[in-house]
């Protein structure tokens, strides 16, 4: 029996830019409005809209919320200051990752935690068993929040035009309230694109209006509307890990080259946090024999690798891709990919992803693809 995917507040605009709508993560979702490749460059060089609300927003509250965060994920919530984020991950008692997240202080003893679509209800029910025998409450608000991004060298500007906010005195990773366009909202420095840009957590019923304003505003210096696809494209090219791609259930943050994330030494008396043994355990493991390592593949021809791909190297296979695709900036075919630690060095020689039978040739490069210019 199927389910209608849900829709977001934003639904009628998407359709009435004649979006094209995808399926993601039970959401009806725009993937591209246009040019998946225009909508791409303006990110890079102007500014896109996107419209991120089916992302999963978890409030965590209560006089031991920073202890309850230390002990159900793995890095170090206490240390976080009001008004700042942090990323990390949630994992099982095993160290598979669960998902990755990012987790806004808000005040004192209140906090945010973002999860990804897919992994939304699977991180609520981890955070809620966890938080037996803590003075803290944890909320499910995915339907408080509408989440609007502005991504892209010319995002400040056009934000400015909105909000009194001190958006020059906000940092990367921290969050504040304000109005934009007369709307309230949380005003997070973050994203997704490997761009300057802002997130917008607001009420559904105020996404339209806010919508409109940002269009209104950013339209005369080249900010469009950018679907999924493209933001797909710019995080592969900033080397951006995506749940089920390069994260998954199997890896540990270790395994997938982020430990440190991890922290083993916290505030709290938390330090025994879930998952800790199982990851102790993998970070010996990565000293003494060096799990796969996640690199850069950069063609030399045009054909273009997709996740499940074969790597290969002197007629064997030494990994496999996790996430490909065309990059716009770079005007070649890139992929991210899990390869044996001996072929992991940028510059290593005769490695190929196995596209079709064909062992077409890639260089290795670190990641990320692109860095953009402070």
């Known amino acids: 029996m199927s389910t209608a995917p849900r829709l977001t ?37 102007k500014a896109g809209l996107f419209d ?96 609007l991004a502005v991504q892209g060298p010319e995002s400040s ?26 709307v309230p909202a949380l005003i997070a420095r973050t994203g997704y694109t490997g761009e300057d840009g802002f997130e917008l957590f607001v009420s559904p019923g105020d996404a339209e209006k806010l919508w409109g304003a940002l269009l209104e505003a950013g339209t005369p210096v080249g900010l469009v509307p ?11 090219e900033a080397g951006m890990p995506l749940y089920g791609h390069e994260l998954t259930a199997e890896l540990t943050p270790f395994d997938a080259g982020l430990g440190r994330v991890v922290k083993f030494e916290k505030t709290s008396q938390s330090e025994n946090f879930v998952g800790r043994a199982a990851l102790a355990a993998a970070a010996e493991r990565a000293e003494t024999a060096p799990p796969r390592k996640l690199v850069g593949l950069v063609a030399e021809g045009r054909r273009v690798p997709r996740a499940g791909f074969p790597v290969v190297a002197d007629g064997k296979v030494i990994g496999e891709v996790t996430s490909g695709a065309p990059s716009p900036t770079l005007g070649k075919p890139i992929a991210m990919a899990y390869v044996d630690a001996e072929h992991g060095a940028p510059g290593t020689q005769g490695v190929g992803v196995d596209i079709r039978g064909t062992h077409e040739p890639y260089e290795v490069v670190a990641l990320p693809f692109y860095k953009r210019q402070k």
């Open 226 to 236: 950018a679907g999924l696809s493209c933001r797909d494209t710019l995080r592969l």
């Open 9 to 45: 507040a934003l639904d009628a605009v998407h359709r009435s830019l004649g979006a094209t709508m995808t399926d993601f993560a039970g959401w009806d979702m725009p993937l591209r409005y246009a040019s998946e490749r225009d909508e791409h460059n303006a990110v890079r060089t």
């Open 157 to 182: 500007g056009i934000l400015k035009q909105l909000t009194d906010a001190d958006l020059d005195g906000l940092k990367y990773y921290a969050g504040l309230p304000g109005t934009v366009a007369g």
């Open 52 to 147: 991120l609300s089916h992302m999963g927003e978890i409030t965590v509250t209560g006089a031991e919320a920073a202890d309850f965060l230390n002990f159900a994920l793995v890095g170090n919530i206490g240390s976080v200051g009001v008004g700042r984020a942090r990323y990390t991950m949630i994992v099982a008692e095993d160290g598979g990752i669960l998902d990755d997240l990012i987790v806004y202080r808000l005040g004192e003893t209140e906090y945010m935690v973002v999860a990804n679509a897919s992994n939304a209800q699977v991180v609520l029910d981890a955070l809620t068993a966890r938080a037996d025998g803590f003075d803290a409450e944890v909320r499910d608000d995915r339907d408080a929040y509408a989440l």
